[in-house]
């Protein structure tokens, strides 16, 4: 996915966080920070969501370790809850626990199977 | 202030959360956003900071209505403390509360006697 495409993906999260009533920033050189950083970070006044943000063509999407390593190091050290969000093709937002990811030899992997069985719908994550 | 300069300093203080022990990222598209967000955002496990940072060669520093309003709806919808954060020339970097800021007709005024009479050092913020 290019930069462009993960931009406006994060874009069109981050606006239906607000419209529900939550806020959300998208971070800056996420992925290429010295520090670690999820690509957004929703939060209201009793819980916070670090979300790795993914939007793909195909039925599955792998993310490297590094990704998944900062995501979950950031959590912990803000105290927010790790999330990887996914969007296949045409279909709703899935919201996958980093550990219910399937763990392959260099990355992670994220599937609409996955996703469908464990993962959650965005109404269920705010909830 | 330009944009590099205000990078800069953003990234300055965001290295010392970091090595203090908080997670601190940068917002993509502080200021042009079309929703409100902080030029920071610095969490623990207990307090989050939304922190809009300025960097000044002079002993005053105004900051407009918008981004003052902006940092305190971030704030209440996110659930985390509004703070104005600035570096006068070659002094520390100061923490100011919005509400000690100095009213003017369009614009609020950060000054560094208002710095050293009621804000608080980076030492003193975080605990």
Redesign the interface.
């Known amino acids: 996915m290019s930069k462009v495409k993960g931009?406006k993906a994060e874009r069109e999260l981050?606006?239906i966080f607000?419209q529900n009533?939550?806020?959300?920033?998208?971070?800056?050189?996420?992925g290429s920070?010295s520090?670690?950083?999820?690509d957004l970070?929703a939060?209201?006044?009793?819980r916070?969501l670090a979300v790795e943000c993914k939007a793909t063509k195909s039925i599955s999407k792998y993310l490297t370790k590094e990704e998944i390593g900062q995501l979950i190091e950031?959590a912990q050290?803000?105290?927010?809850e790790p999330w990887v969000a996914i969007r296949f093709d045409r279909d709703n937002w899935y919201f996958i626990s980093p550990e219910d990811l399937k763990e392959t030899n260099n990355n992670y992997l994220a599937s609409l199977e996955i996703a469908k069985n464990k993962g959650l719908l965005f109404e269920e994550v705010i909830n």
């Open positions: 931009s981050q606006k607000w009533g939550w806020a959300c920033l998208r971070t800056a050189g996420s920070s520090h670690p950083a999820p970070l939060g209201n006044k009793i916070r950031f050290v803000f105290g927010a």
